[in-house]
């Protein structure tokens, strides 16, 4: 099975960057997208494509792939970016799709 | 703008069934195949099935495969979820999605919240 796996968890200061990785060995041949989702909301789409950002998300906000990994990338963190995040792709097959384990952000 | 309401949710018996509706506006409902993606209390998301924008072709996880089932009425512009068989295992906060071109979720529901419980 398609599995991705993350770190469970992030600690970043203010103004920092954050860096999150997601791992899968099908993550070479499928786009990987990314969510953020905090407290008691519906996830929202923040990456596609591995790199592009839908309208109205930040530029603070970048994604970039390498091989099996995929890494969301947060720049000059604000508290307002405490959240869950979570990585996305189909399967080899494109049929089925999986989301990654995901990563708890802490803005310290 | 792009809106998605579930709606079905409640409290029901192991071993019983739910049905749960997400109704769509906003967009057109017929160009898109949706989803359902659930996610237990505490835990990550998990994506549980997909039906094309015609209705005709579907896909499960293997978690729910045999027991739910997915469909839409594009006439109503509604999403399903048949839910039969139901487990503890499958309390959770229940999600629709639309499916953008590039194989992402790019619109999500609130959320209808179902408990199987005795």
């Known amino acids: 099975s398609h599995e991705l796996t993350q770190p469970p968890s992030v600690s970043v200061s203010p103004g920092q960057t954050a860096r999150i990785t997601c791992s899968g060995d099908a993550l070479p041949n499928q786009y990987t997208s990314w969510y953020q989702q905090k407290p008691g909301q519906a996830p929202i789409l923040i990456i596609y494509?591995?790199?592009e950002r839908p309208s109205g998300i930040p530029e603070r906000f970048s994604g970039s792939s390498s091989g099996t990994t995929v890494t969301l990338a947060v720049t000059g963190v604000q508290a307002e970016d405490e959240a869950d995040y979570y990585c996305?792709?189909?399967?080899?097959?494109?049929?089925?799709?999986?989301f990654g384990t995901g990563t708890k952000v802490t803005v310290l | 703008q792009v809106q998605l309401a579930e709606s079905g949710g409640g409290v029901v018996q192991p071993g019983r069934s739910l049905r749960l509706s997400c109704t769509a506006s906003g967009f057109s409902f017929s160009d898109y195949g949706m989803h359902w993606v659930r996610q237990a209390p505490g835990k990550g998301l998990e994506w549980v099935a997909i039906v094309a924008f015609d209705g005709i072709n579907s896909e499960y996880s293997n978690t729910v495969k045999g027991r739910f089932t997915i469909s839409r009425d594009n006439s109503k512009n509604t999403l399903y979820l048949q839910m039969n068989s139901l487990r503890a295992e499958d309390t959770a906060m229940y999600y629709c999605?639309?499916?953008?071109?590039?194989?992402?979720?790019?619109?999500w529901g609130q959320g209808t919240l179902v408990i199987v419980s005795s």
């Open positions: 494509k591995d790199i």
């Open positions: 999605a639309r499916l953008s071109g590039s194989q992402s979720f790019d619109y």
């Open positions: 996305q792709a189909a399967d080899s097959s494109g049929t089925f799709y999986v």
